[in-house]
């Protein structure tokens, strides 16, 4: 092995270290625009959270933040409880979260809660195939 050629070994390698740097301060930007991002109001349920992927999964609202079922819009309380909507990651009542819809992602293939919004705008793909009888 020759002289030229470790140089060039090490010239490459310098180079590769300096691209996974690049990349590395890009992700952080990335994940940091990413967590100022606020979610859209107003847009189709689980437009801002996910893409309608199977791989994708909703960003859950916490429920500290919602007081009122996001459906009905009545308050929650000892006998009206909080569900979070697998598809879009709202809080419903269970009155407006009482679908449940098979949801093709990492959450294996029971049926997930939906809310009453979601229902009817599942995206065909991130719906698993029904079973044969």
């Not at 691209?19 to 940091?32: F, G, S």
């Amino acid at each position: 092995i020759n002289a030229e050629y470790m140089g060039e070994r090490q010239a490459g390698w310098e180079n590769l270290e300096e691209k996974l740097k690049a990349t590395e301060a890009r992700m952080a930007q990335l994940r940091a625009k990413l967590a100022e991002e606020p979610t859209s109001q107003g847009a189709a349920p689980g437009a801002a959270e996910t893409d309608g992927s199977p791989a994708s999964s909703p960003r859950w609202k916490l429920d500290k933040d919602v007081k009122d079922c996001e459906g009905c819009h009545k308050p929650f309380g000892m006998m009206r409880r909080r569900h979070h909507c697998r598809i879009c990651g709202g809080i419903f009542c269970n009155y407006c979260s009482s679908s449940r819809v098979p949801i093709s992602d990492t959450r294996g293939t029971d049926p997930q809660r939906a809310c009453n919004k979601c229902v009817g705008w599942t995206p065909k793909e991130s719906l698993l195939p029904s079973s044969p009888r």
